[in-house]
């Protein structure tokens, strides 16, 4: 965690958004994969981290607005914590950590709360994503079922939003440090990537890479040849000659910050021409889509130039047709890219996708389109400098979703559908890069990963 000054000057600008009441922010507690003891990885809620830093289990935080003060609650270390997990930080550690002025057994929480209730003080709290948050927090603030996923308050959403949404430099330093990770897990895996091989040995050494780097995945690895499957999470797969891999992993540092990069590489080593030319495609979008990246402008804008790009390019392999701004204005190119040009990222991969997706990536200037495809765009508002953004355009070949729309005749005007058919098995291609807005434009943040053709040939020994 960073200094104890940090977290209290981060709370101090909290609180120059929210005037009154309290601030109540649970940790995590530890959650049981099969059996009570036998617990997931601890990761600490992102909010907590953000705000006080501490990543151990059973604790809360609590801002008292107008008195100005901060109490963290957690419980003294028994004897039998320390011989099965070692020395742990005793209360006066943790207020000294974490900056807080108190430092209280969480075993009081519930009685300090009822006191507050009753003086009819303003709780604030986010809406909580995990069951035994909910219901701690139903218990505490003595609600009924249900009730606590419409008491949040809006009004700390959206300072937390407002203050996380533009990255400090040690953030920067942060994200960058797990961006060094993630590209030796792209320079292994390309390397080792062959013919005869699982998908499971290549998706295994890119985690070890992750977990050696002292962090871990910032999100369950997609490593596939069925890269048309966007979410795809099985690794049984033989890789063959003439196969592509798409590969989406990004590791997360120490302290808990995000990466979140793709590639697209042959397990040959070289590229077929089809593949070139779909890989291309994509490339360009990417290239187009950032250069129209700036401070203002919203990003929206910025997904609707990858579109018009690909279907550009797509025309010219004979796979769409018509007038290409009509065509993206009807949206025909969801068919080959029905997700959106990025999101944010931060201690999240999707940066505080709990507070709301809508209330972190759009506003009153831009809204979130209904249409296929420019709906699952999550950020779309304009960007200030200091905000990390993930650029990520691909094509993909989905065989249901081809039928489907064929069936409907769906863009019938803008879609070769009899010229589609040769390319069903295909899969897909998608190139992610993580950015940091700057006054000028944008920078790409960390060391750069293969990205064009020549690169990644040569990184795949081909
Ligand atoms: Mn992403």
């Not at 601030?23 to 809620?45: K, V």
């Not at 909580?128 to 959403?157: C, D, F, H, M, N």
């Not at 994200?175 to 590209?183: C, D, F, G, M, Q």
């Not at 795809?232 to 797969?237: E, S």
Request: aromatic letters at 8%; hydrophobic letters at 40%; charged letters at 25%.
């Amino acid at each position: 965690m960073f200094e104890a000054n940090v977290y209290r000057a981060r709370r101090r600008e909290l609180r120059k958004s929210i005037k009154t009441g309290i601030i109540l922010l649970p940790g995590h507690a530890e959650s049981p994969m099969n059996y009570a003891e036998n617990t997931y990885p601890f990761r600490q809620d992102s909010t907590f981290l953000y705000y006080i830093g501490v990543n151990r289990p059973g604790l809360w935080a609590m801002m008292d607005i107008e008195e100005n003060q901060t109490t963290i609650f957690g419980r003294e270390p028994t004897v039998d914590d320390v011989i099965w997990s070692g020395l742990q930080p005793t209360l006066g550690e943790l207020r000294e950590c974490t900056g807080a002025d108190r430092a209280c057994d969480v075993a009081d929480l519930a009685d300090i709360l009822s006191a507050m209730i009753s003086e009819k003080r303003e709780v604030h709290i986010l809406p909580p994503y995990r069951a035994e948050t909910r219901q701690a927090l139903e218990r505490l603030l003595i609600l009924s079922k249900g009730q606590v996923s419409t008491k949040y308050s809006e009004e700390l959403i959206r300072a937390m939003v407002a203050q996380r949404s533009v990255k400090e430099a040690r953030e920067l330093a942060e994200i960058e440090s797990a961006l060094t990770i993630t590209h030796e897990m792209y320079r292994v895996a390309m390397q080792s990537v062959q013919e005869g091989k699982y998908e499971r040995e290549i998706a295994g050494l890119a985690e070890g890479i992750a977990i050696s780097g002292g962090g871990r995945l910032a999100y369950p690895c997609i490593l596939t040849k069925h890269g048309q499957v966007l979410h795809n999470h099985n690794y049984h797969r033989r890789l063959e000659s003439g196969d592509l891999i798409v590969q989406d992993t990004g590791a997360a540092a120490v302290s808990g910050y995000a990466s979140d990069i793709t590639r697209t590489y042959p397990v040959s080593g070289i590229f077929s021409s089809r593949q070139r030319e779909i890989y291309q495609a994509v490339l360009d979008a990417l290239t187009d889509a950032l250069s129209g990246i700036q401070p203002g402008r919203p990003f929206q804008i910025c997904h609707l130039i990858a579109a018009r790009t690909l279907t550009s390019r797509l025309q010219q392999i004979g796979l769409m047709r018509g007038d290409p701004d009509e065509s993206v204005a009807a949206g025909a190119h969801a068919l080959f890219f029905p997700h959106g040009l990025g999101h944010m990222m931060g201690l999240d991969v999707h940066d505080m996708e709990n507070l709301g997706e809508d209330l972190v990536g759009y506003d009153d200037q831009i809204q979130r389109s209904r249409q296929f495809g420019l709906c699952a765009l999550r950020f779309g508002r304009s960007p200030a400098p200091g905000f990390v953004l993930t650029v990520e355009p691909g094509c993909y070949f989905i065989g249901p979703l081809m039928d489907h729309w064929r069936s409907e005749k769906r863009h019938e005007a803008f879609i070769n559908y009899e010229a589609l058919a040769a390319w069903r098995n295909f899969g897909g291609v998608r190139i992610e890069e993580n950015i940091v807005v700057t006054p000028e434009g944008y920078r790409i943040l960390g060391p750069p990963i293969p990205r064009t053709i020549t690169e990644v040939e040569t990184a795949c020994g081909g």
